[in-house]
């Protein structure tokens, strides 16, 4: 067990709709990773927050966006969704900024149909 | 710009033999190497790490991995395979620099191991 969480486990939704993806940082870190892992682009960095700022984009889409609320929780939101989002999303945390270890989340599972 | 390349999707050795996953990088700044490995079904761990100090570096479950700079390599190797080291590796790396950790991944690699 890594320390991170992320909630849903499991998603599946329409074309078009839009959902929330959740993570739970260790416990005192304050830098928060999200990753999309899928069949043909393998594992893509989206987007990191650190201490509640964008600290880093990735190839992340317009129609994603994330956030890092003052408990250093994040949340990453994706809309307008298409088939090719489904993907399983990764969260990790590190305990600052940059270069540390990253420990990862179980991930979500999103399927698009 | 920083990109990894593990070369080989699948490698299949005997339970007992040498594992050897090889992961070349490029890097414009001295670099923080990883090596994660995913479980089916579950998140990445992470087996070792590189961040300028020995370059052999000991990892977790008898994996160790050697930072060559002149090769731009930083492969992983363990001496007997095991059944349960069947999974998928990942070698990524940072920039090292204080401003972003954000890991750059190579597509993977499939370990199987054969009884």
């Known amino acids: 067990d890594s320390g991170v969480t992320q909630t849903p486990k499991h998603l599946i939704t329409a074309t078009g709709q839009r959902v929330t993806l959740r993570c739970s940082p260790r416990s005192g870190d304050l830098s928060v990773y999200w990753y999309q892992q899928s069949l043909d682009q393998g594992l893509q960095f989206l987007i990191q927050?650190?201490?509640?700022?964008?600290?880093a984009k990735g190839n992340i889409l317009e129609r994603f966006s994330a956030q890092q609320f003052p408990d250093l929780h994040s949340e990453l939101n994706l809309s307008s969704l298409e088939l090719g989002d489904s993907a399983l999303y990764f969260c990790?945390?590190?305990?600052?900024?940059?270069?540390?270890?990253?420990?990862f989340g179980p991930g979500t599972r999103l399927l698009v149909l | 710009a920083q990109s990894v390349t593990q070369l080989g999707s699948h490698v299949s050795v005997s339970e007992g033999a040498l594992v050897l996953l090889r992961c070349n990088y490029s890097s414009s700044v001295p670099p923080y190497l990883f090596w994660y490995v995913q479980y089916p079904n579950q998140g990445l761990q992470l087996l070792l790490k590189y961040t300028s100090a020995a370059t052999l570096v000991k990892g977790i479950n008898g994996f160790e991995a050697e930072f060559k700079k002149s090769e731009t390599s930083f492969h992983l190797t363990k001496p007997s395979a095991h059944m349960s080291d069947a999974a998928e590796y990942f070698c990524a790396v940072s920039d090292g620099s204080s401003n972003t950790g954000k890991l750059i991944f190579g597509q993977g690699t499939t370990l199987q191991v054969k009884p």
């Open positions: 927050y650190y201490n509640g700022e964008e600290r």
């Open positions: 990790a945390s590190s305990d600052l900024a940059g270069g540390e270890t990253q420990y």
